[in-house]
Nanobody, 121 residues
Framework: QAQLVESGGDLVQPGGSLRLSCAASGVKFSTSAMGWYREAPGQQRELVADITRGHLIFYADFVKGRFTVSRDEAKNAAYLQMNNLKPEDTAVYYC???????????????WGQGTQVTVSS
């Protein structure tokens, strides 16, 4: 049974930084695609950044230059470094891992429980 656990969400002021972590068990980042998604109140869940099975990295336009996604295969963990946070970044952030496809596809993978990020002064 695969399990993902996110951590690192918090209340931060605009311009601040946070680092989210996603620890996996029962599934390996080294042989999977993974992604960070977010869901703001009243909004659809959206892709923030993802890493393909081949280690290519993609970012949504709204986070380019501010967020950095990475993974540590030895620790079987993934991270999302978020800098210069804006109020519109407020959302629940989810880690998703897909061991079946080269790039994440929603449906056959696994979600974490989410971690709340609130950007407010």
């Amino acid at each position: 049974q695969a399990q993902l656990v996110e951590s690192g969400g918090d209340l931060v002021q605009p311009g601040g930084s946070l680092r989210l972590s996603c620890a996996a068990s029962g599934v390996k980042f080294s042989t999977s695609a993974m992604g960070w998604y977010r869901e703001a109140p009243g909004q659809q869940r959206e892709l923030v950044a993802d890493i393909t099975r081949g280690h290519l990295i993609f970012y949504a336009d709204f986070v380019k230059g501010r967020f950095t996604v990475s993974r540590d295969e030895a620790k079987n963990a993934a991270y999302l470094q978020m800098n210069n946070l804006k109020p519109e970044d407020t959302a629940v952030y989810y880690c998703y891992i897909d061991p079946h496809h080269w790039r994440v596809e929603i449906g056959q993978g696994y979600w974490g429980q989410g971690t709340q990020v609130t950007v407010s002064s």
